[in-house]
Each structure stands twice: as structure tokens, then as C-alpha cells.
């Protein structure tokens, strides 16, 4: 038997092991019902000893490693029922240790994890220059000194530097940053990185062996292999309970003389509460996590993660989004905000950069007409120019010193350096005209999702980023963590994952290729797959299919419920089986009696391990489509009322230095969208989304402090609108208006904010 499922395919060995004993039970069964007694013993003894020889085998390779395994009880059983031709009760035996293989077995069985994605990506070959000439070789015959071309979209094959800057890289696979970075010439460049300009000769400074991509490919699987084993929970219960069930046993031998009552002790001892209850509570939380689009590649990695409590975070695309977006539009004095965004979009229509795409993908969300470009050029690292409605527009950089910039550019640009925001600024006929400041924002769910998996177990939280200190510490404030680690390589990452396992199972989460051998290094590795590079999938042990990181928080609850469940069914078994064991060490229970007792225990630990299929009780708010629909309907409309936010800090900002008639028209104009768009949708909040909200929530004190908030919001509105009456009396801002006035605008701002990010966060994230 045992050559037979050697030889099958890894799939099929345990089905064909569970078929084999199941069948000679249920022949055995058949024939005695039939009055072949001898011909049922017959199937008992044969199916019996199918599981005999495996389960011997499967002892021993456990005690080479060091380990006496729950199987060895199962074993002893099966030899004392064949030679006290107890056959019957060995035939329960054998199905009960084929089951518990067959569920463990489809616990475990996981993708590939070779890491074939970084294979597949890493180039084969460059093109190397000779005076004129460019010739394709083998990356291997790439040395030091020679000059590589590399063309649009490719990447870079080896570590160099730049000879003829500047150069337009995107270093998202290294660094897991989404924004282009320009290098200059003489500037270092890393292997992986795309280009993401024009075609752009590299001077290469290290051979593809030593280069930045090999070593994470060589970090990814030395961190895999260098991954301690873990202690299954069914190990750490049979360290105790198999010298307890062994002891017993010799007891009860030794007590009546009677090697029957002996095998009957080991009958009921044989541990399917741990071969059954744990592997049918991880199948099942298996297959609750998948229902929430978590894909958690075996048991081992569920366990694990239910006894997580350090929690390693990479940030973009993780905590952020992973692609930027408008911060604001600052206009120039006479230009809307509006119009600088409509132009810069319909020019960038043109172009493939990240930033550009953010641009028209803000305009048309706010349903801005765009009008279509001519005379296109786009230079790699400066930006876009062309005729837009018969001027002369350009996006990107300017060539304006920050000291011969007007006002409001500079505050434009002041506010971009606080925010770690990106800018690209427009320029109409030659005219500096408005600035577009971009960011990747913060997931809305992340905040909650981090507080989630507090209150699910994990005490420490620390960001592993590749960004720069001063966005990446902005994030950690604001959701919580206890520690920021930036500009960290892919050898950095490893190391931090290795000196956490040290102290306690950790859970690293990233979505790029920078993160695939911090994956594997840590006890649970996690891959935002949904928008996440294949390699850290295939380099993960739980995947979340969705771009939503609330589904980590679903799946750290569902890996502790999981764990307790198992915990709990495999206790409670064997302290029945405990309470057998006495019995038939009294001589109550004959061993085919205590098989079939041992049957009864089995059915009430599966029965409580299939719990973990089940959700948990008020694990997820359950909302009614209808009020699904108001929470995309108001978070649409969050995303159109952006440029009401940008205007109430234009007018504020406008008022600090100006107090002419230009002022008092933007402060028309915030009283304008204020009463026409603003108010109307915190009034449809109020008594549309927050009523259907008040049930789900449990009450209608969970909204009241954004009812208040929503009554300063009105109050300030108010308080404008009576400024601009009373100018418009006056026919100008009167001198004592203006402190007041300013002070409502940028009161108005920050609770505006304040009160979108909390709406966003507290009740945006619960729609799926």
C-alpha cells in the first residue's frame, strides 16, 4: 500500500488512502449485516492493515526529526487491535487517521511560492553601445564600464549611472514609491527600475550578478529557506498527551494482565480530536477567509497568523492608495481653479505619465469638459506642451526660480513641501497660471483597519517604507503606529522582519516586488494582491484579492477565531477521550465499544470545529443595499466637492494679503458654493445617510458628533454669508470684517477636512 501512494501524484495520495480504509469499513459493515462474519473480519483486518504500514512510516520519519508525533498513538493502536484481533475497532482507526491526513492535507497544499514572477521580469539580455553601433548581448557578457541603452518601458538590467540626464525612472519595484524620479546625469541607477522617459545610456558600475535586483532575488529565497518550522498545534498538544495516553495504557496492562484492556486504552486514546478537530477548524476558517477574498495559503500560515502580535506595514499601496492624487488646484489671481485643472487635464490627455493620469482622472470626476490638444510634445523629466483652445499650455516643471515667483505660487509651493506633495504647474503663453499639488492619499479604511487588529491581538505596529521620513511619519500620526522606519532597501526590510521574529510572530504586509523577500522572512507574509506585483504574491502566505486592507483585519479575526475554535475542540476532546481512557482502563469498555465511542467524541469536535466556517457574530455591520448605495452616493460626492474645499482656502488665503475688490468676488464665490452645493449635501447627510446608518450602528448616538459637527459647518456658512452682506452694504470689506471673516475661512477649512476624513474613515469604509 504504501509503494501504491508513493507512487501517486500528491494530489491523490490521501483521497486514495481515505477511499482504501473507508471502503474496507464499509465492506466489513456490509458483510456482517450480511451473517459473513468471517468475511467482514476479513475487510476490518485488510483495512486495518492498509493504514499500518504508512502509519509506521510517518512515525519514524517524525522521530528522525526529533518529533513523536500524534501518529505514533494511532499506530500502536492499529498493531494491538491486528494482534488482538480487535479488527473492527482497528478499521475505525484507519478511517479516522485517513480522514485526519485527507483534511490536513488540503489545509496545507499551497501555490508555488518560487518566486517565478522575479524570475520572469528579471531581463536577459541588454543593449550594449560600441561607439555607433548597438548591439543586443547576453547580461551575463554585461562588465563593468560598458554602456547599456534602455529604452522606454524597459529595465534597467544592471546597477550604473546616467551619462545623459536627465532620466525619468519609476522605482515603484524597488522602492514601492509610484512617483517618477528624475536622475541626473552621473547619477546612480539600480537594476529593476523602469524607465519611464525616453531611451537614456547607463554606464554600468556593477555586473548583473552584483547588481540591486539579483540580490533581492537572492534575499527572497534565502529568506524563505532561512524560515524557522513551526510547531503545528496538534504538536504542541501530543507532547503531553501521547506519554499521558502511553502511560494508561501500560496501567491498565499491568493492573489486569489483559493486553485487550491495554488496546483498549489506546483505542479510545488514538487522538482524532487533534488528527480531526484542528485540520476541519482550519479548513473551514480556510474557506471563511476566502468568502472575505482572502486567500491564506495553508493551515500552518491561519495558525500563525492567530498568534500574531507584531505587525510590519510597507505604506504605499498598503496604508496609501498607491497612485497619486489631487491635493488641491491653486489658480493665479483672475483664474478659477477650475479652468486650471479643465486645461491641464485636456493637455495631459496626451501623456502616459502616473501624474498626468491623477490630473485627468480629478478633472473628469468633477465633470470638467476637456477639450482636445494639438501640436503635442512631451519631454522626459520637464513635462507636457501643446495648443489647448488656441493657446500655448505646459504642464510639469518650471523653469521659474522660487524667488522670482508670485505669491501664490510660492505658497503653493510651501504647502506642497509640508505635505510631501508633488506639483505640476501649469503655464498659459508663457504666463505661470496655477499649480496642481498631488499625493497618494490615505486608504480610507486603513485607520480603522489598524485599530481592528489591535483589538484582534497585534501590540506592536511599525511601517517599513522606501518613501522619504517627513510623508511617511505623517501617515504613521495619523493612524496610529508605534514606529517609522524610512528609505529603507529591500536588505533593510529583511533584517527589521528577521529581529521582530525574534521576539514574538510577525506579520509583514506589502504589494511590491521591494517586498517579496520581506514577505518571505516573516512568520506571516502578506500581499496586497489585487493591485500588487505577482511577485509578492507568489512570495506570500496570505493574499488579499481585494484592494481594500480592512480584509487584513477580517482575516486576523477569522485566523484568532479559528485558533480558539481549534483550541477549544481539540481540548474538549481529548478530555473526553481522558475520561474513555479511565473506563477502559476500569475494563468498561472493550476496544470495538471505545472505537465506536471514540466515533461519538470524534462527531461532537467536527461539529464545533465547523463553526469556524460560520461568521462571527456581529463581525460585520450588515447594511441594506439601499444604504450601501447612500454611502458610494455621498462618497462621490466628497470627491466633486474638493474644489469647494480649495476655494474656501483660496479666499482665506487670499484675504491674509489682499483686502481689495478681488477678495470680497472669492468670498462671493465660497458664499456662492457654500449655500448651493455644500449645505445642501450635509443637509441630505443628515437626514438621508445618517438615519440609515443609526440601525446598524446601534443608535443614533453613533452619528451624533458628526451632527455637530455638521451644525458648526453651518454656523460658519452663516457667519460668511452675513460678511458678504454686509460688504456688499458697504460696497467693500469693511477693515473690522477681516480678522473675523479670515477666521471663519480657515475654521471653515479645517473642519470641513476634519469632518470629511472622519465621515470617510467611520462610515465610507463599512460599504464593500
Request: net charge negative; proline share 4%.
Amino acid at each position: 500500500m504504501l509503494r501504491v501512494l508513493s507512487a501517486l501524484d500528491d494530489r491523490w495520495r490521501e483521497p486514495v488512502f481515505l477511499a482504501a480504509t473507508g471502503g474496507a469499513l464499509v465492506g466489513g459493515g456490509v458483510a456482517w449485516l450480511a451473517g459473513a462474519v468471517g468475511v467482514a473480519d476479513g475487510f476490518w483486518m485488510a483495512g486495518t492493515a492498509v493504514a499500518v504500514v504508512p502509519a509506521v512510516v510517518w512515525v519514524v520519519a517524525a522521530l528522525r526529526k526529533g518529533r513523536a508525533g500524534v501518529d505514533l498513538i494511532a499506530a500502536l493502536a492499529l498493531a494491538g487491535t491486528l494482534a488482538v484481533g480487535e479488527y473492527l475497532a482497528g478499521a475505525l482507526i484507519a478511517v479516522m487517521l485517513a480522514t485526519g491526513r485527507a483534511l490536513d492535507a488540503a489545509a496545507e497544499r499551497r501555490a508555488s511560492r518560487d518566486l517565478r514572477a522575479l524570475l520572469e521580469r528579471a531581463p536577459r539580455s541588454a543593449r550594449r553601445r560600441s561607439g555607433d553601433e548597438v548591439v543586443v548581448v547576453a547580461l551575463a557578457d554585461v562588465r563593468v564600464g560598458d554602456v547599456v541603452v534602455v529604452g522606454p518601458g524597459e529595465v534597467v538590467p544592471v546597477d550604473g549611472r546616467v551619462l545623459a540626464g536627465p532620466a525619468m525612472l519609476d522605482e515603484a519595484a524597488l522602492t514601492g514609491e509610484s512617483t517618477i524620479i528624475e536622475r541626473g546625469t552621473g547619477e546612480a541607477v539600480r537594476s529593476g527600475v523602469v524607465n519611464a522617459g525616453g531611451a537614456v545610456d547607463i554606464e554600468a558600475t556593477a555586473t548583473a550578478e552584483d547588481s540591486t535586483y539579483a540580490q533581492i532575488v537572492r534575499l527572497a529565497e534565502q529568506a524563505g529557506a532561512q524560515r524557522a518550522p513551526v510547531v503545528r498545534l496538534a504538536e504542541r498538544y501530543a507532547a503531553w498527551f501521547l506519554p499521558l495516553s502511553l502511560g494508561v495504557a501500560g496501567a491498565a496492562w499491568l493492573i489486569s494482565g489483559s493486553a485487550v484492556r491495554a488496546v483498549a486504552v489506546l483505542v479510545v486514546a488514538t487522538p482524532c480530536p487533534l488528527l480531526l478537530a484542528a485540520p476541519v477548524a482550519i479548513v473551514s476558517g480556510l474557506s471563511r477567509a476566502a468568502r472575505q477574498g482572502v486567500i491564506v495559503r495553508d493551515g500552518g500560515a491561519l495558525e500563525r497568523l492567530g498568534r500574531a502580535r507584531t505587525l510590519l506595514l510597507d505604506k504605499t499601496g498598503t496604508l496609501t492608495r498607491g497612485r497619486p492624487r489631487v491635493l488641491q488646484v491653486a489658480a493665479a489671481p483672475g483664474r478659477a481653479p477650475s479652468e486650471v485643472l479643465r486645461l491641464a487635464a485636456s493637455l495631459d490627455q496626451m501623456s502616459a505619465h502616473v501624474l498626468a493620469e491623477a490630473i485627468v482622472a480629478e478633472a473628469r470626476a468633477r465633470g470638467l469638459a476637456l477639450s482636445a490638444p494639438r501640436e503635442v510634445t512631451e519631454e522626459p523629466g520637464r513635462g507636457v506642451t501643446g495648443m489647448v483652445d488656441g493657446q500655448r499650455v505646459s504642464v510639469g516643471k518650471t523653469g521659474i526660480p522660487l524667488e522670482a515667483r508670485p505669491g501664490w505660487a510660492r505658497a503653493a509651493d510651501n504647502r506642497a513641501a509640508l505635505d510631501g506633495a508633488a506639483v505640476a504647474w501649469l503655464t498659459v503663453d508663457g504666463v505661470l497660471c496655477g499649480a496642481i499639488l498631488l499625493l497618494d492619499p490615505l486608504r480610507h479604511d486603513a485607520p480603522r483597519t489598524l485599530r481592528r487588529l489591535r483589538s484582534a491581538g497585534i501590540d506592536r505596529l511599525l511601517m517599513l517604507t522606501g518613501d522619504r521620513a517627513e510623508p511617511a511619519r505623517e501617515v504613521a500620526a495619523v493612524v496610529g503606529l508605534d514606529e517609522v522606519r524610512a528609505e529603507q532597501l529591500p536588505a533593510d526590510k529583511v533584517a527589521a522582519v528577521r529581529a521582530e521574529t525574534s521576539r514574538a510572530v510577525t506579520v509583514m504586509v506589502g504589494d511590491g516586488i521591494n517586498d517579496a523577500p520581506a514577505l518571505s522572512a516573516a512568520d506571516v507574509g502578506v500581499a496586497m494582491g489585487a493591485r500588487g506585483s505577482t511577485a509578492s504574491s507568489e512570495a506570500a502566505d496570505v493574499v488579499l484579492v481585494t484592494d481594500r486592507v480592512d480584509r487584513l483585519a477580517d482575516a486576523m479575526e477569522i485566523a484568532v477565531r479559528t485558533r480558539r475554535i481549534a483550541v477549544q475542540s481539540a481540548a474538549g476532546g481529548m478530555a473526553m477521550s481522558l475520561v474513555a481512557m479511565v473506563a477502559a482502563l476500569l475494563g468498561w469498555l472493550p476496544p470495538a465499544a471505545g472505537a465506536l465511542l471514540q466515533e461519538g467524541i470524534d462527531v461532537v469536535v467536527i461539529l464545533n470545529a465547523l463553526r469556524a466556517v460560520l461568521p462571527r457574530r456581529g463581525a460585520r455591520l450588515a447594511l441594506e443595499p439601499a444604504t450601501e448605495d447612500l454611502i458610494r452616493r455621498f462618497a462621490a460626492e466628497h470627491d466633486d466637492l474638493a474644489d469647494v474645499l480649495d476655494a474656501v482656502r483660496d479666499a482665506a488665503g487670499l484675504l491674509a494679503v489682499e483686502h481689495g475688490p478681488q477678495v470680497l468676488g472669492a468670498v462671493r464665490e465660497v458664499d456662492r458654493l457654500l449655500t448651493e452645493r455644500l449645505l445642501p449635501h450635509e443637509y441630505a447627510e443628515e437626514h438621508e445617510l445618517y438615519p440609515a446608518l443609526a440601525g446598524p450602528l446601534g443608535g443614533g448616538e453613533a452619528t451624533a458628533t458628526m451632527s455637530r459637527a455638521h451644525s458648526e459647518i453651518d454656523r460658519l456658512a452663516r457667519r460668511i454669508a452675513t460678511h458678504v452682506k454686509v460688504a456688499e452694504t458697504a460696497g467693500q470689506l469693511r477693515p473690522e470684517q477681516l480678522e473675523d471673516l479670515r477666521a471663519c475661512l480657515y475654521g471653515l477649512h479645517s473642519v470641513l477636512r476634519l469632518h470629511f476624513v472622519q465621515e470617510e474613515e467611520n462610515y465610507f469604509s463599512l460599504a464593500p
